[in-house]
């Protein structure tokens, strides 16, 4: 599936819920700066083999999903 499909589910402390903003790329507010990877937190391999890594964003509260 697309990276869209991929749900994020998150314990806020009173129970899982949906990461609504999933789809929200990291801000970039100065176009010379590429946003920064912090940490990889998780991968996903579909079917065909199609590989993607969990990043969570310097700056940004929520993870997304790209492509290996």
Known sequence: PPS???LWVVDDGHGLRAWQECRQL?????EELEPRIREVIGCHECED?????AARWEDYEGPTWELE
């Open 49 to 53: 083999g199609t590989l993607y890594l």
């Open 4 to 6: 869209d499909c991929l």
């Open 26 to 30: 990291p801000y970039i507010g100065d």
